[in-house]
């Protein structure tokens, strides 16, 4: 036998059981049909071609019969297309959609990024309490997040999902930015409130200390970069992150406001995961415009074309990497606001 990470190699040929129940899970619309092959053509190239692990396309209409026969023939691993359900695409009934388009209206006023979109609102909604929960997606325990033009730098040749699967790691992401304020004015202060009726939420002191500089008074902004993710699924469907989950959705600030699904991920993963559950794939080169993850070692410039000069690492915008990596190992479960 020919073994890999003390698996049988023969478990990642196409088509076959894999040493993880794990699948690539891609929102992805019909239009970014070419993009979208420019990011297979990558992690194939880099990663899949080795390890063959199926991808899950989903959108919220059918996929055209060009985009099914060109995106399967990128790969021999296998390939799945879902539309996602009317209910986790549209407006819920407790939000006033009046109310939502002035609101989109005075943000296209402050110039923020997005403004106007509707379509970019369901996304953020979907992306933070619905894509775990689509049928082709419950038999799967890791997922990892990829989407159109992005562009993968390094070769990456071990199994990521086996990797943290192995270790009870249950989020892993590659950059770690701050949020632009003025898209989540209210989300800090609905999970306070959530924080303040749910006694023990709060798991780690470590990752509140990550998210906010006075005590979880006000948010600093820090978040996972969640265009990159590699993640639990149980972390997601766990009764506590659907709580919170819910507990956001029927504030409204999803489509009152314009809140993400990275900081959304990143706030539940810092408040209820040990440090030790999340890691920084500080190995894998990543590209999403305008941030690069570009490793640092002198060894990696064997596999990788990417300048680590260039590394988001370098930059303040996206100091929050370092701020988590100076945390100290998770051994509290208090928080001042518990």
């Not at 993963?269 to 920084?280: D, F, M, Q, V």
Request: charged share 20%; glycine share 6%; proline share 5%.
């Amino acid at each position: 036998r020919v073994l890999r990470d003390g698996v049988d190699i023969e478990m990642y040929a196409p088509g076959a059981a894999k040493p993880v129940r794990a699948a690539f899970v891609v929102l992805v619309r019909n239009s970014e049909l070419s993009g979208m092959k420019q990011a297979m053509r990558q992690i194939e190239d880099r990663f899949n071609s080795k390890f063959n692990y199926p991808y899950v396309f989903l959108n919220d209409v059918p996929f055209t019969d060009d985009f099914v026969a060109e995106t399967t023939a990128m790969t021999r691993a296998n390939v799945s297309y879902g539309v996602i359900p009317t209910e986790h695409w549209s407006y819920p009934a407790w939000i006033n959609q009046t109310h939502a388009s002035e609101c989109r209206q005075s943000m296209e006023r402050q110039g923020v990024f997005y403004a106007l979109s509707e379509s970019y609102r369901h996304m953020c909604r979907f992306n933070s309490g619905f894509f775990f929960r689509h049928p082709l997606l419950s038999d799967i325990e890791y997922y990892w997040r990829i989407e159109p033009d992005v562009e993968y730098s390094c070769d990456i040749d071990y199994d990521p999902f086996l990797y943290m699967s192995r270790r009870g790691i249950k989020y892993g992401y590659t950059i770690a930015l701050h949020e632009y304020p003025e898209t989540i004015p209210t989300l800090w202060a609905t999970v306070k409130s959530l924080i303040a009726s749910r006694p023990g939420f709060v798991r780690h002191a470590n990752g509140m200390a990550w998210l906010s500089e006075d005590g979880g008074d006000t948010y600093n902004g820090c978040h996972f970069w969640s265009n990159f993710e590699i993640g639990s699924l149980d972390f997601f469907r766990s009764e506590e992150y659907l709580a919170y989950f819910d507990y956001l959705d029927q504030a409204g600030g999803f489509f009152y406001e314009r809140w993400g699904d990275a900081p959304v991920h990143a706030i539940a993963a810092a408040l209820l995961l040990k440090k030790e559950e999340i890691h920084w794939f500080e190995d894998i080169g990543y590209y999403h415009n305008p941030w690069t993850n570009c490793p640092q070692s002198p060894e990696s410039r064997l596999r990788c074309h990417c300048d680590p000069e260039k590394s988001a690492i370098h930059h303040y915008w996206a100091s929050c990497t370092q701020s988590w990596l100076a945390l100290p190992s998770s051994n509290s479960s208090q928080s001042a606001l518990n």
